[in-house]
Structures are given as C-alpha cells and as structure tokens.
C-alpha cells in the first residue's frame, strides 16, 4: 500500500482537490490519497509549511504533495524533496523544507520540466498538471532525474513578534489561536483580558480565556466552551500584548 | 474489508482531520475510513449525536468514530461501545449511546488509558492519540479489556420546547430547519410567515416556506429554492412560534 | 479498480455526503469514491454542470454521481446517461448532458423507479436513495432497463451577456472569477479598474487586477496575491462592464 497524502490552499468547496485526485488516481489507481485538509488560507505559504510540519509525523510514509503556490506558472521552481524515505512534492517556496528536514536531510529534485507533465501545461493550475502526475509517478516507484544542492531551497524568513508581544500565528476552526511567542511564557494578561496558564480547555472556568501547550508542542490561546478569536477580536497575522 | 467511520466538528479546512486519517492508515492500513461530516458546530455534542444515529444506518457495519469532546483531557470517560457488531468510538459526554442503541444494547469499555494510546498523550487533541489508535486497533479485529456497567454512560438531557414552540435543532448548508417538534403538526404560521404542509420542495410556489418530513423522519422547514434559515432569520438553538 | 466521482451541492460540512458514502460502499464495497467538490452553491445546477464538465476529463472512467436537484421528490427524471464508456447519474435537469457529450453521444435511461432504490424512498433525499444505489450497482457492472430518447433530456439554456458586459459564472476560493466572455477579449478596463491581460498572477503587480485564461480555457479574473471578487465587490451572476 502506498499512501499519497495531499495539503492545500484549494478550499474544501469547489473541484480542484477531486481534479488532483483524479489525476492521481488515473497514474497511480492502487494509491491510497489521505487529504491533509485543503482550507489553508489563500497563498498563506507559512501557515501550509507549519500545518504540513504538523501532520507527517502522524501519517505513513509515502508521498507528500502540498500546493500553497501564489508564484504559480512564474520562476519559481517546482520540486520533489527526498527525505527519511518520504517524497514531498511541491513549489519550491518554502512550505516543504521545515516539515522535509523533520526527516532529516534532503535531496532535492527539480520537476518543473518532469515527462510526467500533463501537457498541455495551465500557467496557473500545476496542481492538476505537474504536482499531481508527479507525485502518482514517484509513488508507483519511479525517480526524477534532474537532482540540485538543496543549499539553494528557498527558506522562509523568520518572523519575529514585537518585545512583550505574541502573533497570533493560525485560528482554527474552534476559534484556538496558535502564537509564535516563547515557550514557558507565563502571562497573567493578553490584552486586556486575564488568562489561567492551565493543562487543557476545562481547567479554567466556562468563557474564560486559557494560555495551554498545544498538541504540537506550540502555545495557544483557547476558551472554555468558546472562541479565544472572538473574545479577543484578532485573526491571524495579528500581534497581541502578553504580560 | 473493514469500514472506518468518522465525524468530528474539527471542520473541514484544518489538519486535523487528516491526521487522524494519517494515525489510522498507520495502524490499519487497509482499513477504509468514510468521513461522515466534520462540520458539527464547535462542541456542540447534540448535533454530533444527531448526525451520527442517523448517519450510521446507512453506512456499512464496522468501527464508528466520533468526536466532538469539549471536556477532552479532563474527567470525562474515553469509550468503546459495542452494539449489534458495531463499535462506537469516543468521549462518553452521550455523542454516542443514541447511535449505538440503534443497534441494540451497548456493552461499554474504557479505553481512556488503553494500551494502544499515541504516547505522550496530548492534552486537548485525543483524536489523534487515544481515539484514532483505539479504532484503528479495534478495526484490525483487537479487543478492549476495562468493561464497566453501560448504565453509567453519560446521557443527554431531553429539551423541551415551550408551549406552541419549536426549536430550530439544526441548519443545513441550504438554510434547511431540522425541528424538535411534535410529529403530525400541522401548523399554519411561523412566526410572522405562512407556512404549508408539504412532502417535497417543488409542492410549493418558489420562495414558499414549507414543513415536510426530512429522510430521517423528523419534521423540517425549507424554502423551495431559497433559505428558511434567511427567511426566518433564525439559527440553531431558537425557538420558533408555530400556531 | 472501479471509481465512483461524486459532485454535489451538499456542502462539506454536513453528513449527507458521507451518507451517499457509505450507501455505496454497502453495496459496492470494492469501489473507490472521489469526491469532485460538494460546495456547489445550493442549488446552482449550472455552476453544477460547469464543474463536472470541467473535472471529467482528468478522473478516471467510472461512474459519475452528481446531485445538485431543485426538483427532488418532484416530475423531474432521475437519469443514468452512458457516453464513452462512462456511466453519469444524478437529475435531469441540465446536470449531465454537457460533461456527458465530451465523451461522445449519450444513451439516457429513467432510474427514478430502479429496483435498486433504498425503500422507503424519502422525498426529498434521493442522493441517499435514488442516484446512490444506482451509481452502485452500475459500478458493480448490473444494467439499468428503461432506456429512453436522449433527445428529450433537459438542457440548460444558454445565458448571454449584455453588449459591452461579462456575467460571473464563478468565484472561487481565491476569489477568482469565471467569465463568461468572448474568447479572445483583450479589455483594458473592467468596471472602473484597469486590468492588464497576462498569463498568470505573478506577471502582473501584487494587488493588480489580471485578464486570463483559466485552465479550462475560459476567461477569468484575479487579483496577484488578492481577490477579484473582493476589489470589484460582485458575486456570481453579477454582471460587469468590459472595455
């Protein structure tokens, strides 16, 4: 059994994630695809690499195809990653490298001009006419060739909050906020609102705000039976005060 | 072929969801997983319970998952119950005894420190390390060991709607009302809106609102081509005058 | 390896489409379901249409199940269309006919009294009771019987701009936007922002407004690294000028 795993911006709603699939699926018939959710926001390159990050170490080794891609059918270059036994597969922007390098180190193959294209070639859905075949390719067992320093990966630049600040990172679908602050921070006040440093929701009071240590191992924000976005107002991107 | 069923209110655009696939396939990997929905309103475990007894008719027998867990790391059981060859998977908060006794009478089983957990476990995210392990194991033909009394399962109070009331219990993606209102009705007005009796949505003239039995039996408002959620302006969990 | 494709209204939310799902899998175990989008807007056959014509061409051969079905429960026929070695079931009601003439002429039979129903047919969810079992049982390779005239399907009519004006067909999750304009238009202003003709986003200004041919080859709007639907403040069906 092999497994296809598949993360990206594409929105649950319209056709794109089943084109991709059905692409797979005509290369690749016996691949099992497990969808890592499609409801990254619009081109949000980082939150898919953090998400992606996220996720492989809790699915079986395989292919690894995300697809947050605003630079799509421009210079940007189009790669499979090897790394720890595992392909990643996608646009070489910076959402393959943290979640690859988890496995240790990568190789890194060029795929932008692979024979396993669909041609013709869209300028703006690769997806469906690169990612995709390429991806089935490499999970039925085959190589690309056209192999380059990883060294010249693109990298995502650090992001760093403001002293006595937290950004807020991702909201998810509960209204948990995910920050970017440092880990063993114990504030006793985001904004202007008091928060309990507790273990998991129902520590803390109904509608109270909760400073926790997310399944991830990162610091987030919840309420009791609540939304810590609504409370608080933010979204992601936002910078709160903590103290 | 064993059947994996699974609904949560973990949305359909987070990680989430495919993580848990991800823990699945690693354990049974030739288990196939049907998603029943991961749209339940945050923590709302009545919907959950709702959705999953009249979803679990229709689908094939096997291990049925479900979470929707506001008390996930707290006192609340961890459980698997078996009724007429099924397993039910979850938070014992009465996400799943409406479901299960469905099938006949439930035997009970704590799995909340079972053997087969992800270690360490998280606090906030038992999906991914006690639920999804547990019906992975139990897919794979495994058995839990702690039985306890299935009439210390935790039970969902009935609501009651007011005297010439109804309660909206749920809205759907095209604005229909799932009522708590007694069978045979037969009401004329709702709220400030004529209303028909009907059996289907083309019965009456576009833009009408309508109350029909939905495919589970239950009494429901629509618009033939529009939305009784708009009409109304109402939401889950209001009352709705019916005379 | 039989594929099943399922599009539909139903919203990804809900548990109607795991529903159809497992309707399936009770019947057709072996087949394998590729979920072509169920975020159709409700009831919005053509947006329907358009995207199953615009899918089929990259799934696998299979049967095709697609449910976007304003007249549920009422005269309208409830179809399975054979063209080119595939089988499309779902309404007849303008759905099917365009993606099922890709493939070739089509033959049509009436499924709406088909043995294969799930008895007690409700009204108003043939997906679960109607098109479900029958994409089934064809998937299974069993034949439907009451073949009739393809000539009397329903067909969508055509809709036409205003001189000097697109309609929206679609938006996106990006916020892009699907025309329905003249091939080959090369406007340099829509509304009253000036849009540059291009071939992808990145080939124009970060916020700037491009004309350019999706990859079905029709025209469509976006904006690099934005929304066209957000900067222009329309939805689908508006019209916009094009000059």
Same mark, same amino acid.
């Given at each position: 059994m092999t497994f296809i795993t598949f993360l990206s911006d594409y929105g649950p709603g319209d056709e794109?994630?089943?084109?991709?699939?059905?692409?797979?699926?005509?290369?690749?018939?016996?691949?099992?695809?497990?969808? =890592?959710?499609? /409801?990254?926001? +619009?081109?949000?390159?980082?939150?898919? %690499?953090r998400r992606l990050a996220r996720a492989l170490p809790f699915v079986p080794a395989g292919v690894h195809l995300a697809v947050v891609d605003p630079g799509v059918g421009g210079e940007r270059r189009a790669v499979a990653l090897r790394a720890g036994?595992?392909?990643?597969?996608?646009?070489?922007?910076?959402?393959?490298i943290d979640a690859a390098e988890r496995f240790g180190a990568a190789r890194a193959f060029d795929v932008g001009a692979s024979p396993w294209r669909l041609e013709p070639v869209s300028a703006t859905f690769h997806g469906r006419d690169i990612f995709a075949p390429?991806?089935?390719? =490499?999970?039925? /067992?085959?190589? +690309?060739?056209?192999?380059?320093?990883? %060294?010249?990966?693109v990298r995502l630049e650090p992001v760093a909050p403001s002293e006595g600040a937290a950004i807020v990172l991702e909201v998810d679908s509960f209204g948990n906020l995910r920050l970017d602050a440092p880990a063993g921070a114990t504030p006793?006040?985001?904004?202007?609102?008091?928060v309990v440093n507790a273990r998991t929701f129902g520590d803390v009071e109904?509608?109270?705000?909760?400073?926790?240590?997310?399944?991830?191992?990162?610091?987030?924000?919840?309420?009791?039976?609540?939304?810590?976005?609504?409370?608080l107002g933010v979204r992601a991107g936002d910078e709160i005060r903590i103290t």
């Open positions: 794109y994630v089943g084109v991709v699939h059905g692409v797979i699926a005509s290369i690749a018939p016996d691949a099992r695809i497990i969808d =890592l959710g499609h /409801g990254v926001p +619009p081109q949000d390159v980082r939150t898919g %690499a036994g595992r392909w990643l597969v996608g646009p070489d922007n910076g959402l393959l390429v991806a089935a390719h =490499l999970a039925l /067992g085959e190589e +690309p060739s056209e192999e380059f320093d990883p %060294a010249t990966l006793t006040r985001v904004n202007d609102h008091a109904p509608g109270a705000l909760l400073l926790y240590t997310a399944s991830d191992g990162t610091l987030a924000l919840a309420v009791n039976g609540g939304s810590a976005a609504a409370l």
